[in-house]
């Protein structure tokens, strides 16, 4: 059984291992005669990448992306597009006690439970290296969509939030926090710095906004455009929780709070809020569409934890090797991916029913 594969009509799977010769992404529905090159892909994994600051693991990958199928002369054909990134600075070695015993907080023993085996390099799949290859269908997700903006940004680290008043669109690309709050980016550099001294790791949050997204996208029931965001979300490494909207702040609403209230415009219906996220009723609205995901700590941290061994004996283990010290930072690319993503189906699904 396949679960490697997310989407209905513009469909990718992953592959690949952290420690593996490649990883990559195979693309199946994307429409053809778009335009479409390797340099137009590559900015997209060049914000995700890992080693560009200390802020981040230090683990040194290009992950340049290659279109090994579903191009000709700069356009996609409408068949399967295969990318490939090649993996160049795996350091299996530091994994050597992990094969071991289990890291506490990650998937370690639940994959061993699940398949009785598992690649201790670096957590096989369940490593954060798989989400380069959603960046890289994300990049392609984009091309379907050029009427979307799509801008994600950290908005809480370690319980230390953004001010709004403060929020700037041009700060995101200015540090290496992609925050939008230049106070909040400057206290963050000493958060970070002092839980990586410390050998111990740091939660975020990621806020992702998509503007231009038109009024109708998604469906009743069981193909919900917030369901499937909630979903795609879920699935990146680390993601422990998604709010649309409002969220759980929703719960603490009064009825007349939580409306959105519509009016006529110069332009067709205008909303005086939006609470719901720019979804209601598993529909676009027409609205910006708002997610907030909540990223656990790393759980690979060198502070020595109480474990057990695959031979079920106590033990302590603190992990060797590089990692990231807030896996939220990274976390904003594959944000912006997942959204490109669920969207582009969304989108394709929409225009099946409703052309």
Sequence with gaps: MSMNSFGRIFR?????????????????????GLAISEEALQPFLDA????????????????????????????????????????????????????KAYRPGHADYAYDAKYGFRDYRGGGRSSARETASRVAAGAVARLVIPEVTIMAYVSEIGGDAIDP??????????????????????????????????????????????????AGWGAPLYAKL??????????????????????????????EENADPMRPGADGTEFLANHAGGIAGGISTGQPVVVRIAFKPTSSILIPQPTITRSGEATELATKGRHDPCVGIRGVPVVEAMMALVLADHKMLHRAQCS
Aim: proline share 5%; glycine share 12%; with cysteine.
């Design 48 to 99: 995700r990448k890992p080693g560009q600051n200390k802020f981040t693991t230090q683990r040194r990958e290009a992950d340049l992306v290659k279109i090994l199928s579903g191009v000709f002369e700069g356009k996609t054909t409408g068949t399967p597009i295969s990318l490939m990134i090649e993996n160049t600075d795996q350091r299996s070695k530091d994994y050597s006690e992990v094969a």
């Design 226 to 255: 917030d369901a499937d965001l909630a979903a795609g979300m879920m699935g990146i490494n680390a993601v422990k929780g998604v709010e649309i909207g409002e969220g759980f702040n929703a719960a603490r609403l009064r009825g």
């Design 165 to 214: 008043a403060n929020f700037d669109a041009g700060e995101i690309a200015n540090n290496p926090f992609f925050c939008p709050d230049a106070a909040a980016a400057r206290r963050w550099e000493a958060l970070v710095d002092n839980a990586r001294k410390d050998g111990s790791s740091l939660g975020a949050v990621v806020e992702c906004v998509a503007t231009g997204v038109p």
């Design 12 to 32: 990718f799977t992953t592959w690949g291992e952290s420690h593996g010769p490649a990883i990559g992404a195979v693309v199946d529905g994307c429409p053809p």
